[in-house]
């Protein structure tokens, strides 16, 4: 399973609240990423990170930042929840070869109600 | 970006039966995978396969890529098999664009 754990599994919080999901791996992946799943959607990528204190926006970021000081863990923050980002946010990472990017694997996912 | 589509949406088959599932994406790529996310909602990685033929038990998958699309087999289906199985592909970098699935039942 790649040793990836996400924290909280579910959460319920109010508008305007800040929320904060953890990813931590423990096989030390350069790639790590977070995704959104909305029924209709599939899954959509939401930031990445390439290394430490290194990331990127994926093509539903807005609203969302992420961190990543420690190789283990990887950081997404919703500064001020909408209703719009209830949804399920998976964690993932990519196991490389040869310094391409490979297969990817996820976490057990986040179940985020936003009232 | 590239655009994947999957077909069909819905299969809904009898135990022992199989099936097949397309993905067509609209440009070049250097990566595509193939994900299976159970019932319980987790997503398990079945193939990485930009390009050629892979089994691993029941299941295989081809790509080709010079005409954009992937197929993946499923042999002898099981109702363990049921989910949905998503196509990602990826044109570089380290972005993946997936797919909006195909939802499986197979029943007993």
């Known amino acids: 399973d790649a040793g990836i754990t996400q924290s909280p599994r579910h959460k319920v919080t109010e508008t305007g609240t800040p929320v904060t999901l953890r990813c931590h791996q423990t096989?030390?992946?350069?790639?790590m990423y977070w995704y959104r799943q909305d029924p209709g959607h599939g899954l959509r990528l939401i930031h990445y990170?390439?290394?430490?204190?290194?990331?990127d926006k994926g093509e539903v970021s807005d609203g969302y930042s992420v961190s990543r000081s420690k190789t283990e863990d990887f950081l997404l923050t919703l500064e001020s929840a909408t209703s719009s980002q209830t949804s399920v946010y998976f964690c993932?990472?990519?196991?490389?070869?040869?310094?391409?990017?490979?297969?990817?694997?996820f976490g057990p996912g986040t179940r985020l109600l936003v009232l | 970006g590239i655009q994947v589509e999957q077909s069909p949406p819905d299969l809904i088959l009898q135990e022992g039966a199989n099936s097949t599932l397309r993905c067509n994406f609209s440009?070049?790529?250097?990566?595509l995978q193939w994900f299976h996310q159970n019932p319980w909602g987790q997503l398990i990685n079945l193939f990485y396969i930009p390009s050629g033929t892979k089994q691993n038990g029941r299941l295989s998958a081809t790509t080709v890529a010079t005409e954009r699309y992937s197929l993946l087999y499923i042999s002898s289906s099981q109702t363990t098999d049921s989910g949905v199985y998503f196509c990602?592909?990826?044109?570089?970098?380290?972005?993946?664009?997936f797919g909006e699935g195909t939802q499986l039942t197979v029943n007993p």
């Open positions: 993932a990472i990519s196991e490389t070869l040869a310094g391409l990017q490979e297969t990817q694997y």
């Open positions: 990602a592909v990826g044109g570089g970098g380290s972005r993946l664009t």
């Open positions: 440009d070049s790529v250097n990566n």
């Open positions: 096989e030390n992946h350069r790639y």
């Open positions: 990170s390439y290394g430490v204190k290194d990331t």
